[in-house]
């Protein structure tokens, strides 16, 4: 099961090194590139970056919380609250994500309107889509993690 896990902890890593990548390189250069590109908007340069931002600090702590699980499958810990803890959190972090995605959307048409770049917004409702489901997977994985340490505790307690 160590490898497994092993695997799984580089694909966290190799999942979050692009974003980190983008807080670190891209967004601090975004305002200025924003503000030539539509100098119209210009007033929604920091606005946007703020709030790419602020989706990264879920995404990440989200990111933390699978790292931590796997750590628990090492440990033969799976089966347990912290588990089930670890996986609540992961479905918040999932659904903040995407309802600051509905929220920005706005944002997204008033750029796609006057660049003329309906894709944007296709990106955006992938975005949200897409931490729907896994808050949806987290919250069907936590429901079924509960009823197995409950299955466990009662077949603890006969045995």
């Known amino acids: 099961m ?8 580089i694909a ?3 999942i979050g ?12 250069k975004f305002p200025d590139f924003y503000a030539e590109w539509l100098p119209e908007l210009a007033y929604l340069r920091y606005p946007i970056v703020i709030f790419f931002y602020v989706t990264a600090i879920p995404f990440f702590f989200a990111l933390y919380q699978a790292f931590n699980m796997l750590t628990y499958i090492d440990k033969n810990e799976a089966f347990s609250d912290v588990s089930v803890k670890a996986l609540k959190y ?3 972090c999932a659904a903040i994500i995407s309802l600051l ?4 959307m706005p944002f ?10 309906p894709g944007i917004i296709i990106i955006g409702l992938m975005i949200v889509f897409g931490s729907l489901v896994v808050a949806v997977f ?3 994985l936590q429901k079924l993690l509960q009823k197995a340490i409950e299955i466990k505790s009662e077949n603890d307690l006969t045995i």
């Open 108 to 117: 997204f048409y008033l750029t796609a309107d006057l660049d003329d770049a």
């Open 90 to 92: 992961i479905k918040y």
């Open 101 to 104: 995605y509905v929220a920005g």
């Open 12 to 14: 966290i890593f190799i």
């Open 2 to 9: 160590k490898r497994e896990t092993l695997f799984l902890k």
């Open 138 to 140: 987290a919250a069907v």
């Open 17 to 28: 090194a692009p974003i980190v990548a983008l807080c670190v390189l891209v967004l601090p």
